[in-house]
């Protein structure tokens, strides 16, 4: 019995020594972004974009009927990878405000 308890205690060890030592996935994300308010004549929207990291990001704007009540939701551009890209989403005509621009990520 004391032998079965010693290596039972041993495999435990191991087994949470293989556990610790494993190294976890890497999970990278977009970085250095920037998103910006785009108001022009007859159309609102916001653009974002990230220079480094990987996985995807898209620009986000939160629309409105009523800027004085602020009530809105929330829109989407494109999905894009870190470079170059800019992504850009417009608001709706049933919520042609703008209120706010930012950007949403993923790292797949």
């Not at 495999?11 to 977009?30: D, E, K, Q, R, Y």
């Not at 405000?97 to 990520?105: C, E, P, S």
Request: charged share 20%; aromatic share 14%.
């Amino acid at each position: 019995m004391r032998r079965f308890a010693m290596t039972a205690a041993a495999l435990a060890m191991t087994a949470s020594g293989f556990i610790a030592l494993t190294p976890g996935v890497a999970h990278a994300w977009p970085s250095k972004c920037t998103a910006e308010e785009r108001i022009y004549s007859d159309v609102e929207g916001g653009i974002a974009r990230c220079t480094a990291g990987t996985g995807r990001f898209r620009a986000m704007a939160y629309c409105t009927s009523d800027p004085r009540r602020g009530y809105g939701s929330y829109y989407y551009g494109d999905w894009r990878r870190p470079g170059m890209a800019w992504s850009a989403v417009q608001c709706p005509s049933s919520q042609r405000y703008i209120v706010a621009a930012g950007y949403d990520l993923a790292n797949w």
